[in-house]
């Protein structure tokens, strides 16, 4: 979602490229960043399995928001409180991972950096390509991404009642 924050800066606010690359990528980093400063101060009394279920459906909710608002403010709101949503998924999957893999060691991070360079790199090519074969209609794209929150929401789901031994 953050790749095209500024896209629907610019749509949203009727602004110059640069004024829109500066407020959407701006809007998703500040809840971003208020995320996990909330998670850092009050992670120990929170579950992380159920906090990134929730963060996944969030995320959920912003994609539909941003790729279904007739309103095009309300599509950068989508994009900005995704920033929110996804604020623990990258340093949640570490602290998941390290438990369910207790010697997974500097493989498994590896391995993790990869999996995220390829998330980083997959998930905007689809939305762009689905984009252009929409005839360049930006929401379609977002549409299309809705299956990344869902397959997180899935995996921690699963990794959850592994880790609980409700499998």
């Not at 074969?133 to 959850?160: E, H, K, S, T």
Request: glycine share 14%; proline share 3%.
């Amino acid at each position: 979602m953050s790749q095209w924050a500024s896209a629907f800066a610019e749509s949203a606010l009727n602004v110059s490229k640069t004024v829109g690359d500066l407020a959407g990528p701006c809007g998703f980093a500040v809840c971003m960043g208020i995320s996990r400063m909330l998670y850092g101060k009050f992670g120990e009394k929170v579950d992380l399995s159920i906090f990134m279920i929730a963060s996944g459906i969030l995320c959920l909710c912003c994609y539909l928001l941003a790729a279904l608002a007739s309103i095009s403010v309300m599509g950068l709101i989508g994009c900005a409180v995704c920033g929110f949503s996804v604020g623990i998924m990258w340093p949640g999957s570490i602290s998941i991972s390290s438990k369910v893999i207790p010697r997974g060691g500097t493989a498994m991070f590896a391995l993790l950096a990869l999996a995220g360079d390829l998330g980083g790199s997959v998930g905007p090519a689809i939305i762009g390509n689905v984009s252009q074969i929409a005839g360049d209609n930006l929401q379609a794209g977002v549409l299309a991404g809705i299956g990344f929150p869902i397959g997180l929401v899935v995996c921690v789901l699963a990794i959850r009642n592994r880790i609980t031994g409700n499998e």
